[in-house]
């Protein structure tokens, strides 16, 4: 009768002990760690190859600009919700987007469309991202101001690269200082996000010290809830130079942003631009979707100090506001001069 107590009582011991060793082991030797899993969806367009993009820079599109078939672009099961994803995407899911039609107060520098796009040419060749010109004349946006038809020039940029994660638009009259500067490590990665954003930094409605918002970015997110990256000079977000990525957030702003009735028809004087500022300052939602990066990660300008004029080992310069005091071809020569120099020539701190 002893005999058989003691025997099952053995067996269950060994079981356990083998269960807790198995779980020991697991632990062990393969601790995936938990952002794996968070991170990694199935589903993401990874893998595939972009077919050629097509499109017709000459022709205007068929009919007014909502109606495109573009603003359904496709977005991965993974950024369905609220919560996209975070991974670190590779070179070949980036889209460097220059959407223009070559006029405006950028036609005061000859030929900068051919100039700079060649140049961003290079530079995509030399990464594996991949160049998009859109001309925007050919959208048909109403009556409203033609900084406006950036945004539609988005959506036609995911639509026509599906297995793009990430499209970076920048205006025509910034220029690519630093081939060698990274967009994945240092502005697209989790880890460049988590510590590149300004956390509890007022969000700017014209100066501060004018016209305090009392409105700040989070002190904390989650890296899978950006989805846009921009930056602010002294006044105010500009759309100058800023990242989209594909999730269903993304595709929401920037139908929202382009509501004719409420904002783009509307006479706006920063027109997209102060369309997102208002979507910042008005909503808790777009505040933890849209990350703010200081302003020379991928925004500086000619003039300003440390935290806003170009520097040495910059990735870009903006020449936002050159129409001003008629400087744009002056500061455009310059700089194109200066482009991919490694001599020390704006230095910080001067
Ligand atoms: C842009 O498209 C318009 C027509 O939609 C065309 O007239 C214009 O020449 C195009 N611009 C360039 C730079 O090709």
Redesign the pocket.
């Known amino acids: 009768m002893q005999g058989l107590q003691v025997a099952p009582r053995r067996a269950v011991i060994i079981a356990v002990s083998v269960v807790a060793l198995l779980i020991v082991l697991v632990h062990v030797f393969s601790d995936v760690p938990y952002d794996v899993y968070r991170n990694y969806g199935t589903g993401d367009p990874v893998g595939a190859v972009a077919p050629p993009v097509q499109v017709d ?4 599109q068929p009919g007014y600009f909502k109606a495109q078939p573009e603003w359904d672009f496709s977005v991965p099961p993974s950024a369905k919700g609220w919560a996209g994803y975070a991974k670190k995407p590779r070179n070949r899911d980036i889209v460097v987007l220059t959407a223009s ?2 006029g405006g107060h950028n036609s005061a520098i000859p030929n900068v ?1 051919e100039r700079v796009l060649e140049d961003r040419q290079a530079y995509c060749d030399k990464h594996g991202y991949t160049n998009l010109w859109l ?1 925007t ?2 959208y048909d946006i109403g009556e409203a101001h033609r900084t406006w038809s950036k945004i539609p020039a988005v959506a036609e940029a995911f639509s026509l690269n599906p297995t793009a994660e990430w499209v970076w638009l920048i205006d025509t009259d910034i220029i690519i200082m630093t081939p060698e500067f990274s967009l994945v490590d240092d502005i697209l990665a989790p880890e460049a996000i988590k510590k590149g954003l300004m956390r509890g930094t007022p969000i700017l409605d014209g100066q501060l010290k004018k016209n305090p918002t009392h409105i700040n970015t989070p002190e904390d997110f989650r890296v899978e809830d950006i989805d846009i990256l921009i930056t602010q000079d002294h006044q105010s977000v500009n759309t100058g130079s800023t990242f989209f990525r594909r999730t269903a957030f993304t595709r929401y702003l920037l139908e929202i942003m382009t509501d004719y009735t409420m904002l783009m028809g509307r006479d706006h004087v920063g027109a997209e631009q102060d369309a997102i500022k208002h979507l910042m300052l008005e909503h808790q939602l777009v505040r933890n979707h849209v990350g703010i990066y200081p302003q020379r990660k991928f925004n500086a300008y000619v003039q300003g100090g440390d935290n806003m004029g170009y520097r040495d080992g910059d990735l870009a310069v903006h020449f936002a506001g050159c129409w001003v005091g008629g400087k744009c071809k002056l500061w455009f020569d310059e700089f194109w001069e200066k482009k991919g120099h490694t001599d020390v020539w704006r230095p910080e701190g001067q």
């Open positions: 820079n000459d022709k205007p039609d070559g469309l001309n004349s050919r």
